[in-house]
């Protein structure tokens, strides 16, 4: 009997473990569905869930005291830092937390901004900043733009070089430095 009761609560903290800690709460007046599973009312975020909202928008309150609106039709998946935004629109309010949209990266600038982030049609996404500065960053880190309150802009991320490559031939040591090593087709 020692052994069985054991063995059930080593089931029980490893697959509390797994889940990992709980980062935030998501509130909703109607249903949503969090990794495929129909939520009402409100629910616990754990790291690398999606929220895809329905009919109603879903507020999502971070640990960290960020805050992000899903607006009805929405789809996002969620971390500890930031928001992947996958369809539809989030507004983000919080200077330590950003919004990942396509290959952007949606930042407020000070602690009281608000961004909307959408994303438009096959390739758009639209920013706007409601009342106070937001920077749009591309996926290497590069500031795009500071977009200033009451502004809205569009924009089409592009894709990156790639950052590897790949080679074919034959490796041979260099004959004027032994640790060297040269390609040759």
């Known amino acids: 009997m020692k ?17 990992g800690p709980a980062i935030g709460f998501a509130i909703a ?18 790291g690398g869930v999606t929220i895809e909202t329905g009919a109603a928008s879903s507020r999502l309150q971070f640990s960290n ?7 009805p039709q929405s789809r996002a998946k969620i971390f500890s830092d930031h928001l992947t935004l996958e369809k539809g629109l989030g507004e983000l309010a919080a200077k330590t937390y950003r919004i990942e949209a396509r290959s952007l990266r949606i930042e407020t600038n000070e602690p009281k901004s608000l961004a909307r982030v959408s994303i438009e049609g096959s390739k758009d996404v639209l920013v706007t ?14 500031l795009v733009a500071n977009v200033r309150p009451g502004v809205a802009m569009s924009f089409q991320p592009q894709a990156a070089p790639p950052t590897s490559s790949e080679r074919t031939g034959c490796l041979m040591r260099s004959k004027t430095d032994r640790s060297k090593f040269i390609l040759v087709d």
């Open 29 to 46: 007046k109607g249903s949503f569905q969090i990794d495929g599973a129909s939520v009402t009312g409100n629910a616990t975020l754990f």
């Open 129 to 142: 900043a409601l009342n106070g500065p937001v920077r749009v960053y591309n996926e290497v880190g590069l």
């Open 65 to 71: 005291g960020a805050r992000i609106e899903l607006a």
């Open 3 to 19: 052994s069985l009761i054991s063995l059930i609560l080593v089931g029980c903290l490893t697959i509390s473990q797994a889940a």
